[in-house]
């Protein structure tokens, strides 16, 4: 009958928790959390700060071990940081002494040993990001949002499955940051990469996702999903915007009005 049968989603996130120690007291920050991801899917992960969006982003990753639950990658269970996933900060974490092609390169010098096969590789993907010509360029001669580019380049020349990004373009002003949401939606849709973000600013969550989860505090949860039913690109002016952008308003504001001064409106 033609029918596609149900593919295994790429992440499948299962009643994770997470709690501290503090003061002797154990402090829980995220309770029961379930939800999958497909391959080639934008996630937003939206809320307040405080409510644990960092902390799920860096058990997705591996980086840190959920206190319950699992977390799967292509049906494994992730259990510390692999290639497969890579992590974006808003910092950028770039190397001041190495230029733009050598930071490129960095994450490739263990698996490809030949130099000029390397150099390609990251030329392509400084390409890519739009920073042909700036190659020998040191990070203290880019802009903000040139440096993030040369960490979205580093994340791709990698190829990983899956790239996290936790308030990538937080630090940047608006023009940056509208330039480098489009890059990204340009970049997304030539190499399909499957990528989740965890933002505060609700614009930036609807102009880029499939999805939307928002987060409640105190422990964190989601508290409901969003299907963004938009074709790409966006146009943030218009009223089907608008209306995605009320809906998300409402979750926050009928709940926890004074919650509001915390967001990039």
């Given at each position: 009958d033609g029918m596609v049968p149900d593919r295994q989603p790429m992440i499948q996130i299962h009643q994770v928790s997470k709690s501290f120690k503090k003061n002797k007291q154990d402090v829980q920050v995220l309770d029961n959390i379930s939800f999958t991801v497909q391959k080639g899917e934008i996630i937003s992960i939206l809320g307040e700060s405080?409510?644990?969006?960092?902390?799920?982003?860096?058990?997705?990753?591996?980086?840190?071990?959920?206190?319950?639950g699992e977390v799967l990658l292509d049906?494994?269970?992730v259990n510390g940081p692999s290639r497969k996933c890579i992590m974006l900060f808003q910092n950028y974490g770039l190397l001041p002494w190495r230029t733009v092609?050598?930071?490129?390169?960095?994450g490739l010098e263990k698996s490809i040993k030949d130099k000029k096969e390397r150099k390609e590789k990251a030329l392509h993907y400084i390409q890519l990001v739009g920073l042909q010509g700036k190659e020998n360029m040191f990070p203290h001669e880019l802009s903000g949002g040139m440096q993030q580019s040369v960490g979205i380049a580093r994340a791709l020349a990698l190829q990983p499955e899956l790239i996290l990004m936790d308030e990538p373009f937080a630090a940047l002003d608006t023009f940056n940051r509208y330039y480098l949401q489009n890059e990204l939606l340009r970049i997304q849709e030539q190499e399909k990469t499957t990528m989740i973000l965890v933002t505060h600013d609700i614009d930036e969550a609807i102009y880029l996702s499939d999805r939307i989860f928002i987060m409640h505090p105190n422990p964190g949860r989601i508290h409901k999903e969003i299907k963004i039913h938009l074709t790409k690109p966006r146009d943030r002016s218009n009223g089907d915007f608008q209306y995605y952008r009320n809906i998300v308003f409402k979750e926050f504001h009928f709940s926890r009005p004074e919650t509001l001064i915390e967001f990039n409106i």
């Open positions: 405080g409510c644990g969006k960092s902390t799920l982003l860096n058990i997705i990753g591996g980086f840190e071990q959920a206190s319950g049906g494994i269970k092609l050598k930071n490129v390169e960095l």
